[in-house]
C-alpha cells in the first residue's frame, strides 16, 4: 500500500480581481499548504474499490462514491492513459478523511491531486506536467494549486501558478464553526468583481515583513460569506482573542486561520479554543516550506 499526504491549502490572502465572459471568477492568491490534511493510499487490486475513512468521514458517507474527487481523479488519469495506448489495473484506494468538507480548505482539490500523484506511482504512469495539470484542471479550478503541495501564487482561474519560496514556516490554527456556506452563493453575493490586485511582494525570507504585508491584503470573499455565515467573525475574534498575531478567512469558507509566534504558541491557542468552543473543528499545524 502507498500513500500520500493530500495536506489543508490556506489562502492567506485572496482578491478577486473580475470576471470572465463564461463566468469564472479571476482571482489573484497567496497560497500555502500544512502539514495537517487528509490522507489517501492505494494498491494494485482485483478490482477497483474505494473505502472511505477518518474522523471527518461521516460528512460524506451517505454520498455516491462515484462524485468523490478521488474517485473522479482515478477515473480521469485512466482515461487519459488509455489515449495515449495504456491499459491501467484496477486499484484498491482509500481515503483518510480529516479535514472538515467544504469549508474553505481544499480538502477535495487536495484529495485529488494527491490520489493524481499517488496513482502515477502505482500505475508507474508518467504523464508530462503539462497533462497532469491539465487533468487536474478538468477536476476543479483548485486541483492544480494542489499537485505540488509548495506555496505559490495563484492567478486566472486558479490555473497559473507561479512558486513563491517562502523561507520560513508559518505556525497556524484552523478553526472551523462547522456551518457550511456555499461558494456560488458567497461569489454571486460579492459587491464588486474589479478589485486591486496583490500588492508588491517583499522578501520572503522574512516571515515579520511577510506578516506585515499581509495586513495590506484582503479576502475579497470573507464580507460577503460573514453575511451568510456569521459565526465566521465568531471564528475570528476567537482566534484573536487567543492570541492570534494575524487572522483571516481562508478560502470561501467557512474556516479560518490565526497565524500565532511559534509552535507552541498555536497548539496552547487550540486547546484553549477546544475548551472554549466544543463543537468547532480546530487543529494546530505549520505550513510546508518550499522544497
Same mark, same amino acid.
Given at each position: 500500500?502507498?500513500?500520500?499526504?493530500?495536506?489543508?491549502?490556506?489562502?492567506?490572502?485572496?482578491?478577486?480581481?473580475?470576471?470572465?465572459?463564461?463566468?469564472?471568477?479571476?482571482?489573484?492568491?497567496?497560497?500555502?499548504?500544512?502539514?495537517?490534511?487528509?490522507? +489517501?493510499? *492505494?494498491?494494485?487490486?482485483?478490482?477497483?474499490?474505494?473505502?472511505?475513512?477518518?474522523? $471527518? %468521514?461521516?460528512?460524506?458517507?451517505?454520498?455516491?462514491?462515484?462524485? !468523490?474527487?478521488?474517485?473522479?481523479?482515478?477515473?480521469?488519469?485512466?482515461?487519459?492513459?488509455?489515449?495515449?495506448?495504456?491499459?491501467?489495473?484496477?486499484?484498491?484506494?482509500?481515503?483518510?478523511?480529516?479535514?472538515? +468538507?467544504?469549508?474553505?480548505?481544499?480538502?477535495?482539490?487536495?484529495? @485529488?491531486?494527491?490520489?493524481?500523484? #499517488? =496513482?502515477?506511482? +502505482?500505475?508507474?504512469?508518467?504523464?508530462?506536467?503539462?497533462?497532469?495539470?491539465?487533468?487536474?484542471?478538468?477536476?476543479?479550478?483548485?486541483?492544480?494549486?494542489? #499537485?505540488?503541495?509548495?506555496?505559490?501564487?495563484?492567478?486566472?482561474?486558479? $490555473?497559473?501558478? $507561479?512558486?513563491?519560496?517562502?523561507?520560513? +514556516?508559518?505556525?497556524?490554527?484552523?478553526? !472551523?464553526?462547522?456551518?457550511?456556506?456555499?461558494?456560488?452563493?458567497?461569489?454571486?453575493?460579492? $459587491?464588486?468583481?474589479?478589485? @486591486?490586485?496583490?500588492? %508588491?511582494?517583499?522578501?520572503?525570507?522574512?516571515?515579520?515583513?511577510?506578516?506585515?504585508?499581509?495586513?495590506?491584503?484582503? !479576502?475579497?470573499?470573507?464580507?460577503? *460569506?460573514?453575511?451568510?455565515?456569521?459565526?465566521?467573525?465568531?471564528?475570528?475574534?476567537?482566534?484573536?482573542?487567543?492570541?492570534?498575531?494575524?487572522?483571516?478567512?481562508?478560502?470561501?469558507?467557512?474556516?479560518?486561520?490565526? =497565524?500565532?509566534?511559534?509552535?507552541?504558541?498555536?497548539?496552547?491557542? *487550540?486547546?484553549?479554543?477546544?475548551?472554549?468552543?466544543?463543537?468547532?473543528?480546530?487543529?494546530?499545524?505549520?505550513?510546508?516550506?518550499?522544497?
Amino acid at each position: 500500500m502507498r500513500t500520500r499526504d493530500a495536506p489543508a491549502k490556506i489562502n492567506l490572502a485572496l482578491h478577486v480581481t473580475g470576471r470572465r465572459a463564461d463566468g469564472y471568477h479571476l482571482i489573484e492568491s497567496f497560497v500555502v499548504f500544512t502539514e495537517f490534511g487528509d490522507r +489517501v493510499s *492505494a494498491r494494485l487490486a482485483d478490482h477497483d474499490a474505494f473505502v472511505l475513512e477518518g474522523s $471527518e %468521514a461521516g460528512a460524506l458517507s451517505a454520498e455516491d462514491a462515484t462524485g !468523490n474527487l478521488v474517485v473522479r481523479a482515478r477515473d480521469a488519469l485512466r482515461k487519459a492513459a488509455g489515449q495515449s495506448g495504456r491499459e491501467l489495473p484496477p486499484v484498491d484506494i482509500t481515503l483518510d478523511k480529516r479535514l472538515p +468538507v467544504a469549508s474553505g480548505i481544499g480538502g477535495g482539490s487536495a484529495d @485529488a491531486a494527491a490520489t493524481l500523484r #499517488l =496513482l502515477c506511482d +502505482v500505475w508507474s504512469f508518467k504523464p508530462t506536467p503539462e497533462q497532469l495539470a491539465q487533468i487536474a484542471l478538468g477536476l476543479g479550478a483548485d486541483v492544480p494549486m494542489c #499537485l505540488n503541495g509548495q506555496p505559490l501564487i495563484a492567478r486566472g482561474i486558479g $490555473e497559473a501558478l $507561479e512558486p513563491a519560496a517562502l523561507g520560513f +514556516v508559518l505556525d497556524l490554527v484552523i478553526v !472551523n464553526p462547522r456551518i457550511g456556506v456555499s461558494t456560488p452563493a458567497v461569489f454571486g453575493a460579492l $459587491e464588486s468583481r474589479e478589485n @486591486a490586485r496583490l500588492p %508588491a511582494l517583499p522578501g520572503l525570507g522574512d516571515r515579520d515583513r511577510f506578516i506585515a504585508w499581509l495586513k495590506g491584503t484582503r !479576502n475579497d470573499l470573507e464580507p460577503p *460569506a460573514r453575511g451568510l455565515v456569521p459565526a465566521i467573525g465568531d471564528c475570528l475574534s476567537a482566534l484573536t482573542g487567543a492570541g492570534a498575531l494575524f487572522a483571516r478567512m481562508s478560502g470561501s469558507g467557512a474556516s479560518c486561520f490565526g =497565524l500565532f509566534h511559534d509552535a507552541d504558541a498555536a497548539q496552547g491557542a *487550540a486547546n484553549r479554543l477546544r475548551r472554549e468552543r466544543t463543537g468547532w473543528f480546530i487543529a494546530a499545524t505549520r505550513t510546508v516550506t518550499s522544497s
